[in-house]
């Protein structure tokens, strides 16, 4: 099984710790090959046309998703019909790219919030029993497109909602070692059921 894992940072330091949470992450799962790519346009669509991908992760970035000189991936990824895991800043591009830019809100006076949550996913299509998740972001989700369920609502706030192949999520399920485990087997699960 394929996954492409598409890198959003920008920072050198960011990139090789992403892909590094990434790497450790997919060691419990050796039937799994991900392969990375530091959201080069090319790249990404050569993976799409000929890498018999099952998955595409959109990870975290520090780039915002409304400035002008955002970190960005090409349409194609979500004309694809591979299922992607918008994680983060990548659930926030997804959905502007799908929605427009008044579906993303941002906390005031730039601030960053940082936080561990407890969470328990029982939806439809991923069921993950009570684990720790990793929030880090300046900008959230506040609306999706009208044919997208919301799963997990905190506020204004849309911490994870999904449609067809494509599920998006506010937290990090890379950042710890056993939420990581439990969230990644049963999205992998999900994956090999379609």
């Not at 990139?15 to 790249?43: A, D």
């Not at 050569?46 to 992760?57: T, V």
């Not at 999520?169 to 070692?177: L, N, V």
Request: glycine share 6%.
């Amino acid at each position: 099984m394929k996954i492409l894992v598409v890198i959003l940072c920008t920072r050198k330091n960011m990139i090789s710790k992403s892909q590094l949470s990434f790497q450790k992450m997919f060691e419990n799962f050796p039937h799994v090959e991900p392969i990375y790519t530091l959201n080069n346009k090319n790249e990404i669509l050569e993976n799409i046309k000929e890498s018999n991908l099952s998955g595409i992760i959109l990870g975290g970035s520090e780039s915002r998703v409304l400035q002008k000189d955002k970190v960005d991936v090409p349409i194609e990824v979500f004309k694809s019909n591979i299922p992607i895991l918008g994680i983060c800043y990548g659930f926030q591009l997804m959905i502007e790219k799908l929605c427009g830019e008044t579906s993303i809100g941002s906390f005031k006076n730039n601030d960053q919030k940082i936080a561990t949550r407890y969470l328990t996913i029982d939806t439809p299509i991923l069921k993950v029993p009570k684990s720790k998740y990793y929030f880090i972001h300046h900008d959230f989700v506040n609306k999706v497109p009208t044919k997208w369920s919301k799963d997990i609502i905190k506020g204004d706030q849309i911490w994870m909602a999904h449609h067809n192949k494509m599920i998006g999520i506010q937290f990090h399920p890379e950042k710890y070692k056993t939420s990581g485990k439990r969230f990644f087997q049963n999205w992998i699960k999900m994956l090999t059921l379609r």
